[in-house]
């Protein structure tokens, strides 16, 4: 089992920065790929950023060149770098995790992440 824990959420400006934290516990040798997704009140959920064992990402195209997702496995604990915010950025922030390896951002989300996080707001304003 792995537990998840977002935080780092709030509230700016458009054209701020937020760093978003995820701190995971349990049996976190086993997570290939993390992930960062959001929703936003009456969308789907989206995908945002992955990051594998092997410290490769891959980025949604909304955020390129704008967010950064990392991880120090020290810390056992997944960053998101947000910066450049824009309003369409608003909404909830969750991570997750999977054993299974990825160079993408999954599909089928539901299905290849075991483990999610409760979820951080970010709310950009204009």
């Known amino acids: 089992q792995v537990q998840l824990a977002e935080s780092g959420g709030g509230s700016v400006q458009a054209g701020g920065s937020l760093r978003l934290s995820c701190a995971a516990s349990g049996y976190t040798s086993s997570s290939r790929c993390m992930a960062w997704f959001r929703q936003a009140p009456g969308k789907e959920r989206e995908g945002v950023a992955t990051?594998?064992?092997?410290?490769?990402?891959s980025y949604v195209d909304s955020v390129k060149g704008r967010f950064t997702i990392s991880k120090d496995n020290a810390k056992n604990t997944l960053y998101l770098q947000m910066n450049s915010l824009r309003p369409e950025d608003t909404a909830m922030y969750y991570c997750?995790?999977?054993?299974?390896?990825?160079?993408?951002?999954?599909?089928?989300?539901?299905?290849?992440?075991?483990?999610w996080g409760q979820g951080t707001q970010v709310t950009v304003s204009s």
């Open positions: 997750a995790a999977a054993r299974y390896y990825c160079t993408v951002i999954p599909r089928a989300p539901d299905q290849f992440f075991a483990y």
């Open positions: 990051i594998n064992s092997s410290l490769m990402t």
